[in-house]
């Protein structure tokens, strides 16, 4: 496109050239003609007739032809050595030879391929052109008129040359601009090819690829770096969904293994011992509720990724929620010391089901990792047009370590996994993932030894 654009300028450029060129010439051999005629008729003045010496060396000097009319147009003298070539050149009787009328005495005439051509052969160059001059000399009964004719012979060679050189010229210039682009356009788009074979080159299993960006211009760097980043962020989540696959199909391989244990038990002589079938039963069961639990978890959490999780808001005051939960914790747990200080009445829009559920996972954490007579603390206040509810309670603590990590799925800062604590470790992911799609904020403080307090935010109703 560069290339062609070129082109076009350098074609318009030329033929503003040529045609200058050509102008420039025409004008100094119409100059030359007329400087002759003043000439001859200085001539004719002077003898008061036709010096035919003198115009005849003019003539061979100027390599033109010299004619001299009566008042009729009728040949008196002429350089031709073919008096049948020395014809007047009318302007309106010959109008189909005129190319340009350049003056009052002066024209560009040519040799038309026309049957209304009346001009003998002769007097044109080999490429069918002439400049002639014809003016009249004196008055009355002496006045007759001369005609020059030029045949541009040397002319026309001259702009045949500087025409041809100028087109070399021009193709050859297009020729470079051509090798220059087509060179700089690899170099400039060096850095898109090899981004491309990058991306060619990356497959499921080679996400470690990363693309060069040393050298690189400004835009390509940055493109680099953005393409960079956006293979980061999929190795990140390739490596992620890998370990929640992993961790899956770890959290269920264990239920499935105790319950095929126990059938297999049962399969053996446990079909008569009622003790022993009655221990298959109880353990079966408990391994097909936690196996429920974990799929339900499962499917909670990629409903969520999908979007697709039912959210269903309606009205209701928090604090109602947190007398229901506190309520509820003490019919099944007496070990604890369940305490509410601060209980606001604040209206909210959310899912009341959802919120209870998130709430219910922090005080379930709560009671899973403090000792027996320990405290577990809820508070709702309101703050800055937010309703804020804390869990704090008396337990063991999360270690420093462990504290950005708590509510990544299946990650859990007890490595022993006991039956009492171990959980799914999917119970803090799906409690911020409830949070953040009300809208809320959620953060962690934890000191070991000395408890954990949990506190979100969930927008008041204004």
Not at 73 to 88: N, R, Y
Not at 103 to 124: C, D, H, W, Y
Not at 234 to 256: C, G, K, W
Not at 332 to 338: A, G, K
Request: charged share 25%.
């Amino acid at each position: 496109m560069y290339a062609f654009v070129i082109t076009l300028i350098l074609g318009v450029l030329t033929m503003g050239i040529l045609a200058s060129g050509l102008a420039y010439m025409m004008k100094s051999e119409s100059d030359d003609l007329q400087r002759d005629f003043v000439l001859i008729a200085d001539y004719m003045n002077k003898e008061q007739g036709i010096p035919e010496n003198n115009i005849s060396q003019l003539s061979k000097l100027s390599d033109t032809s010299i004619s001299v009319f009566d008042e009729r147009h009728k040949l008196l003298f002429t350089t031709e050595q073919d008096s049948d070539a020395a014809v007047f050149v009318d302007r309106y009787e010959n109008h189909v030879n005129v190319v340009e009328y350049t003056g009052t005495n002066r024209m560009l005439i040519a040799n038309p391929v026309s049957p209304n051509n009346k001009l003998p052969q002769e007097i044109f160059n080999e490429y069918g052109f002439a400049l002639v001059l014809n003016d009249k000399v004196g008055e009355g009964s002496s006045l007759k008129y001369v005609q020059i004719i030029d045949k541009l012979t040397q002319e026309t060679a001259y702009a045949g040359i500087f025409v041809i050189t100028l087109l070399a010229s021009e193709v050859f210039f297009i020729i470079v601009i051509v090798i220059i682009g087509v060179m700089a356009s690899k170099r400039l788009l060096r850095p898109i090819k090899q981004m491309t074979d990058a991306v060619n080159n990356v497959t499921i299993n080679q996400l470690d690829m990363r693309l060069d960006i040393t050298g690189s211009q400004n835009e390509f760097k940055d493109l680099a770096g953005t393409f960079n980043n956006m293979l980061d962020r999929l190795q990140s989540s390739y490596e992620m969904q890998n370990q929640f696959v992993s961790d899956a199909s770890h959290e269920l391989r264990t239920p499935i293994s105790v319950i095929q244990g126990y059938v297999n038990l049962l399969d053996r002589w446990g079909k008569n011992d009622n003790k022993v079938l009655e221990e298959s039963i109880t353990a079966i069961k408990s391994e097909a509720e936690d196996m429920k639990n974990l799929i339900e978890n499962l499917l909670f959490l990629a409903r969520g990724d999908k979007d697709v999780q039912k959210v269903e808001k309606k009205d209701f005051n928090i604090n109602e929620l947190i007398d229901e939960i506190i309520r509820e914790t003490k019919l099944i747990d007496d070990n604890h010391e369940i305490i509410c200080k601060r209980n606001e009445g604040i209206s909210i829009y959310a899912d009341y089901s959802l919120i209870k559920e998130a709430i219910r996972i922090f005080v379930d954490n709560s009671l899973k990792y403090t000792p027996e007579g320990g405290s577990i603390e809820l508070q709702c206040y309101s703050q800055n047009n937010n309703a804020v509810i804390t869990v704090e309670d008396t337990g063991r603590g999360i270690p420093r370590e462990d504290l950005p990590h708590v509510f990544e799925r299946f990650y859990r800062a007890d490595k022993s996994r006991t039956k009492q604590t171990g959980g799914t470790g999917l119970g803090m992911a799906i409690a911020k993932w409830i949070v953040l799609r009300h809208g809320g904020t959620i953060k962690v403080q934890s000191e070991i030894n000395i408890g954990t307090k949990i506190e979100f935010t969930i927008p008041a109703k204004i």
